[in-house]
């Protein structure tokens, strides 16, 4: 194969978050008292995107650890 086809791994949409906001996110969303509308608002994203990254309980999702692991090499907070 030549360089210009193969197969790439960086395929599809770049993320909308970066590894700083999936971090912001799951720390406001582990304080109970906050308002989801209104963090959505803050990042400029849907509610159900927020929920693509991090849990209710502030947990990093799936989406949310692979942002982090692009941007850390070792994929650490």
């Known amino acids: 194969m030549t360089q210009q ?35 959505a608002a803050d990042f400029g994203i849907s ?9 209710p309980r502030g947990e990093i999702r799936a989406r949310g650890r692979r942002v982090l692991d692009r941007a850390t090499p070792e994929g650490g907070l």
Request: proline share 7%; with cysteine; aromatic share 4%.
């Open 47 to 55: 509610r159900a995107a927020i929920y693509k990254y991090v849990s």
């Open 5 to 39: 086809h193969r197969p790439s791994n960086q395929g599809g949409r770049p993320p909308k978050l970066s590894a700083a906001d999936v971090r912001e996110l799951s720390r406001l969303m582990s304080d109970r008292d906050t308002c989801v509308q209104d963090v």
